[in-house]
Every structure is written in structure tokens, then in C-alpha cells.
């Protein structure tokens, strides 16, 4: 029965729960920053805090959801829950885009084998960690020397990055200490914010001038994406432009 109900949302989309100033239209998020409908889908428990992990049962729980609900195609609302991409995947009979990683190996086909893809991310521990599960589970081998990673956590511009999450409350549960910075960080300025993010890329580039195209992992940086383009002249693959892919998979738009 589930297969008859469309309700109009081709899109379904898992998004923990918290809310930061940053969500403005343009972020991955926000239901306006797109043409067509999507179905938001939040997560109570995203995080298990004793493993510093995603919450998998939670994600799959709404995966499933949403499959009852009638959408045609689920995504993710934070890059590193790539490594959740195989579970969310055989749990549902719907097509899952867990992480805008999904896109390197396709961006790695599409320039010349001398050309590399620089990733930028919102953290480079978390996506190297358990073995670079993330990486792995967005079937990109995290020991090609095709790619480049760089963490915003990395950078001198952390704090000016974190400003986006200033003013922003957890539902519930106890925070995480990098919970609390962010939600510390000062009032939410877009411009400083672009101005930090286009550095950490230009540097990436510039340190590598063999990288022919950009993946931005996290949800946060398609806001930033028209910038980072314009600055380093590459083509740049961002959250938001995933979705709307994914709907003009799914749906006949004509």
C-alpha cells in the first residue's frame, strides 16, 4: 500500500533536531531554498554521545517513516552520516543520498586522471575516523592520492566558521563540549563567514594546483558555494545541488 501514497513531497529529508541561525534560505535545510516540496523528517536522539556517533536505529526509524509517508528518494541533512549510507540504504526500498560524498567517485571519473578532488569539510577527524568510514561508506578510497581534504576545524577561521551556529538550542541530552563552543560563538555574520570558508579553499587550491573540482561535505556549505566558485574557478559540488539532482531523478518534471 505504502507504494500509492504520494502526498506530493518526492523528497524526504532526515534532519537532527537543532536549531542555529545559519538556517536561512539557501541552507540545505531551509524547505524554501527549493522549487518543489520536501518532506522534513527530525531526528529526536541524532547523536549517541558514550560513541560518538550518529544514532543509526534513529536514522533508519525515520528512514523508514518517510518510506511510509510516500516520498521517492531520502536524504541526509549532514555529509558525515555517509557512514550510515549502506544501514539507511538496504533498510528502505526508496533510493538513500546520505552525504554529498556520494558525488567524488563520479567527480573523479569526470576530470582527467592527473586532476584531483579537493574535499572541504566540516570536520576532517570525524571523517577520517574508525578507518575513514565515512569516506568508505561514500565509496571513495580515502587512500587515493586523488584526494585533498581540508577541515574547517583545521583552519585559523574555526571560530569565524562557528558563528553560524551561535544562538542555536539542542532539543534535548547533554552536550558535547564542541556542542557548547558552537552554541557560544558569536552573532551569525554570512559575510565573515563566506570570507573564512572561500580562504580555507583557495588555500586547498593553491597548495594543489592539480585539483579539478571541489565536494563540499557539509550541509552548511552550499550557502558559500557561488563564492568559493567564483574565487577558484572550479566547478564546486555542493548539498543543495545534490537534492534537486536527486528530485529531477525522481520525478517527471515535464
Not at 44 to 73: H, P, Q
Not at 101 to 109: A, C, E, G, S, T
Request: proline share 3%.
Amino acid at each position: 500500500m505504502k507504494r500509492k501514497f504520494d502526498f506530493g513531497e518526492a523528497i524526504g529529508m532526515i534532519v537532527a533536531k537543532w536549531w542555529y541561525s545559519a538556517i536561512i534560505k539557501g541552507h540545505h535545510m531551509y524547505a524554501s531554498t527549493y522549487d518543489f516540496p520536501v518532506r522534513i523528517k527530525f531526528v529526536e536522539n541524532y547523536w549517541i554521545k558514550s560513541k560518538r556517533e550518529f544514532n543509526l536505529s534513529e536514522y533508519i526509524r525515520c528512514a523508514k517513516e518517510l518510506e511510509e509517508e510516500g516520498v521517492k528518494a531520502i536524504v541526509g541533512s549532514c555529509g558525515l552520516t555517509g557512514g550510515m549510507q549502506g544501514e539507511l540504504a538496504n533498510a528502505v526500498d526508496i533510493p538513500v543520498f546520505s552525504s554529498n560524498l556520494l558525488v567524488v567517485p563520479l567527480v573523479l571519473r569526470v576530470i582527467g586522471k592527473d586532476k584531483k578532488v579537493g574535499i572541504l569539510t566540516e570536520s576532517s577527524e570525524y571523517l577520517l575516523k574508525d578507518n575513514c568510514k565515512v569516506l568508505r561508506g561514500c565509496g571513495i578510497d580515502a587512500e587515493s592520492p586523488r584526494i585533498v581534504i581540508r577541515g574547517m576545524e583545521e583552519s585559523e577561521y574555526y571560530d569565524v566558521w562557528l558563528m553560524q551556529f551561535g544562538g542555536g538550542e539542542l532539543e534535548r541530552g547533554d552536550l558535547e563540549e564542541w556542542e557548547v563552543r558552537k552554541l557560544e560563538i558569536g552573532e551569525f555574520n554570512v559575510q565573515k563567514v563566506e570570507q573564512a570558508i572561500v580562504s580555507v579553499a583557495e588555500k586547498m587550491v593553491s597548495e594543489n594546483p592539480d585539483i579539478g573540482a571541489i565536494v563540499l561535505e557539509c550541509t552548511e556549505m552550499p550557502l558559500y558555494a557561488e563564492a568559493i566558485r567564483k574565487a577558484t574557478g572550479l566547478p564546486v559540488f555542493d548539498s543543495v545541488s545534490l537534492v534537486k539532482y536527486v528530485y529531477a531523478a525522481t520525478v517527471s518534471v515535464f
